[in-house]
């Protein structure tokens, strides 16, 4: 049986890349990948590095999805790019990934990210880099809906 302590451990250290081969967490990173009740993939998106556990049932993430290449570089929609909630039934690690029965119904999985997931972590580190240090700090609360100005 694992505990909520253990598979948490493995969700925070997924996303911050401390499972990277090289010793270099920019090496390494995490996806959520979502199924139906059948089996049926139905979402993927590589991670971004932060989140926040909230009531022992839920975890706020920030899949990456609403980038794209533009004149002024890659970009990313921060309407689109919004924080999403995982509620959860139970959780458990499989092999060094985490395993949860969301309350939906459908099961996700949070997984060291592939090469193309890694690619999009490493186009929205370049493209947070150019928040101010009060954007940066404001996504990485994960307590907003929405965002309005910059990059909306």
């Known amino acids: ?15 911050a890349g401390n499972h ?16 139906d009740p059948d ?7 590589a991670l971004a590095r ?3 556990f909230v009531d022992d049932q839920i975890v706020w993430i920030r899949p990456l999805t609403g980038g794209q290449d533009t004149p002024d570089g890659y970009l990313f929609n921060l309407g689109m ?19 949860i029965d969301l309350a939906t119904g459908q099961r996700a999985r949070v997984e060291p990210a592939d090469e193309t997931d ?10 947070t880099s150019r928040l101010t240090p009060e954007e940066d700090a404001a996504l990485r609360r994960l307590d907003a809906d929405s965002w309005q100005g910059r990059y909306a």
């Open 39 to 45: 089996g049926s993939e139905v979402f993927r998106a």
């Open 20 to 35: 990277s081969t090289t010793g270099d967490a920019v090496d390494a990173g995490a996806r959520l990948v979502v199924f």
């Open 81 to 99: 790019t919004r924080r999403r909630s995982l509620q959860w039934e139970s959780a458990r690690l499989v092999d060094d990934v985490v395993e």
């Open 118 to 127: 890694m690619a999009e972590l490493t186009r929205w580190e370049d493209f």
């Open 50 to 52: 932060h989140h926040r």
């Open 1 to 15: 049986m694992t505990t909520d302590n253990q598979w948490q451990q493995r969700f925070s250290d997924l996303l």
